[in-house]
């Protein structure tokens, strides 16, 4: 499985057979400069109804536009109902986590989640190898409350999005703050990683990837 960071909550994500699976694809616009989406995909997940992670138009191919729990193309997916905010989705609505198998490697894309998991929201997720987890606060949760819900997931790789860039000037934290005091943090030069399940690191290890986009 290959796994690319394109910018803010948008990943491409590789199976073996080519099946490709496109996160939370955002609208380029005054405060977000990073590229527009160029890629295609079989798949397309939306995490929840805001501009920047619903821009499904922009990804080509024709994918399946998933808004909830599916079977597509032979990956199961599954969607775990949270909030956007720490108060049931009363300010900002609500969001879904997806969770899905791609060779044998479970990976969980946490939308814009707005707060702590509940004891069934992580029964809910069971075992999971690749978080993709907001860090940058302000619209999701910040630094602290990821750093909470890492330990409550307790995945293999946890892979920070969400985050304050140079070619972002929304009102949310870098990346920096979140990685502050932890420990196997190992820093990417690039935006593409490679996973199997055979390597996948015995202790949970963060990694920061640079966007593509």
Known sequence: ????????????????????????????????????????????????????????????????????????????????????????????????IYCFEVDGIRVCHMGDLGHVLTDNQVVELGKVHVLLIPVGGFFTIDAKTAGMVAEQVRARVIIPMHYKTGKMKLPIAGVEEFLKDKENVTRMDTSEVAFTRAELPSSPRIIVLQPSL
């Open 1 to 96: 499985m290959k796994l690319k960071w394109l910018a803010h909550a948008s990943f491409l994500i590789t199976a073996d057979n080519g099946t490709r699976i496109i996160t939370d694809p955002y609208t380029t616009g005054e405060g977000f400069q990073h590229g527009e989406i160029n890629e295609s995909a079989d798949i397309v997940t939306v995490s929840h109804e805001h501009g920047d992670h619903n821009n499904a138009a922009a990804v080509g191919g024709n994918p399946e536009v998933v808004k909830g729990t599916t079977d597509v193309k032979g990956i199961s997916i599954k969607a775990i109902n949270t909030a956007h905010d720490e108060k049931g989705g009363s300010e900002r609505g609500k969001n879904n």
